[in-house]
């Protein structure tokens, strides 16, 4: 199995339920500082190397002052996560500003803070100098339409809409140079959860390739490349990691092919950077046999929303009864009032009863992120196993004060109806 094991067994989980109450997300310190060195070393031959963690994966300070600490920036695409990379200390290039159909104000918080700016459209350069000025050092996102196939999440980049088409990019280059824009850099994303090494190695090829051409005919120098996120993660047993090392050594031989020497390559990875050290733990509130037989949570879409939404797979596992047969073939549900709040269908688990810990894998990314209150559902805590084995809370889960924070029940004294 390539899942990464919950690293606490049913009785440090029980154990751990008499102060945090299921449902959490537990994310892995250890796990994450070990993956973060892995990508680090697989590009350590390119001294600019940086990888941009991409916030919207998991907004959470706590983990994002650790991915500081290994030396990762902040890929942002709204105020929020600007303002969530500002309190872990992240400021000026540590950040890029990676959005689309942007408001100026979003603009405006990220050139406050320095980060790099990442212009989705060719309409944008003359928005953002209109709004705020140009800065020094501009990015464009290419989307490179059928010269690159998409996969089933993303899709095909000619129908994304996403970023520069190749003639708007030359255009666009040529306008922001003519503008004074001085440091330049290249990104795209043309994947999502892609489990392929050879993927990137390619997106890095495009982007050398193009690199070349813009320079020769514009005569300016690009500082560096990002080849994006979506490196995949094995959400099914059978699925393998893609090997880092593997993409870091395919890229530098394209890279010293090329006769690089100073552009640096850079990614703003979310789902591989803590989508596997991250489990959404939750207890069997109900079992349930009609036409099928269901295990009732007592978490929801809420609390992890990729199963609902895209069909996703993620493991489920029983804390205690993992080598048992499993031969219990069920749906495992949550509470939403809507027939896709299913965390599992016709999945085959040891036979579990009603108490039962049960483990959700791989929800560390684009997990409690994606969290919605639809149904006054409330997202849970996040805690966090710290490298000394001690549970420390990165966020409290949310109360029904919260869910109401926005209304002003007040005013219905004096509405008359
Ligand atoms: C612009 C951009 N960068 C990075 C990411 C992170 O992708 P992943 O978490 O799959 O690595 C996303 C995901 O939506 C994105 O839209």
């Not at 789902?271 to 109900?286: A, D, E, I, K, Y």
Request: some cysteine; hydrophobic content about 40%.
């Amino acid at each position: 199995m390539s899942q990464k094991k919950c690293p606490l067994n049913r009785e440090q989980l029980e154990e751990l339920t008499k102060q945090f109450p299921t449902p959490f997300h537990l994310y892995d310190e250890a796990a994450i500082r070990a993956n973060a060195r892995a990508l680090k070393a697989a590009f350590a031959w390119n001294p600019g190397f940086k990888e941009y963690f991409a916030v919207k994966a998991a907004p959470n300070p706590y983990l994002m002052k650790i991915l500081r600490s290994e030396g990762f920036g902040a890929d942002c695409s709204s105020v929020p996560e600007l303002l969530l990379s500002e309190s872990v200390g992240l400021s000026g290039e540590e950040i890029i500003f990676t959005s689309n159909d942007t408001p100026a104000f979003e603009y405006q918080k990220a050139v406050d803070l320095g980060a790099i700016i990442n212009l989705d459209d060719i309409t944008h350069i003359d928005y953002l100098e209109e709004q705020i000025g140009l800065p020094e050092l501009v990015c464009c996102r290419y989307n490179p339409g059928p010269l690159k196939g998409g996969n089933a999440i993303i899709g095909h980049p000619e129908e994304a809409k996403y970023g520069f088409t190749r003639p708007q990019l030359f255009e666009g280059y040529r306008m922001l140079r003519d503008k004074g824009v001085k440091r330049f850099g290249l990104h795209t994303m043309v994947a999502s959860n892609e489990l392929d090494a050879k993927y990137f190695i390619e997106t890095a090829h495009l982007l050398f390739d193009l690199i070349k051409e813009l320079s020769a005919e514009l005569g300016i120098t690009f500082e560096f490349i990002n080849i994006g996120g979506g490196i995949g993660i094995p959400y099914k047993p059978e699925q393998e990691p893609v090997d880092l090392q593997t993409v870091g050594d395919g890229i530098r031989a394209l890279y010293e092919k090329a006769g690089f020497t100073s552009l640096d390559v850079r990614m703003e990875c979310g789902r591989m950077v803590t989508g596997p050290f991250g489990w959404l733990v939750s207890r069997v509130l109900h079992k349930k046999n009609t036409y099928k037989q269901y295990v009732g949570l007592d978490s929801c879409m809420t609390n992890l929303m990729r199963p609902g939404m895209y069909g996703a797979y993620h493991h489920v596992t029983v804390p205690g009864k993992e080598n048992l047969p499993h031969d219990f073939v069920c749906d495992v549900t949550g509470s939403l009032c809507e027939n896709n709040d299913k965390f599992a269908i016709n999945r085959a688990l040891p036979p579990v009863d009603i108490g039962d810990l049960v483990v959700i894998h791989d929800a560390g990314a684009h997990g409690h992120a994606m969290g919605f209150n639809y149904n006054g559902k409330l997202r849970s805590s996040e805690l966090l196993l710290r490298e000394n084995g001690e549970v420390v809370q990165i966020r409290r889960a949310e109360t029904v004060e919260d869910y109401f924070a926005t209304l002003n029940f007040a005013g219905l004294n004096n509405f008359k109806v």
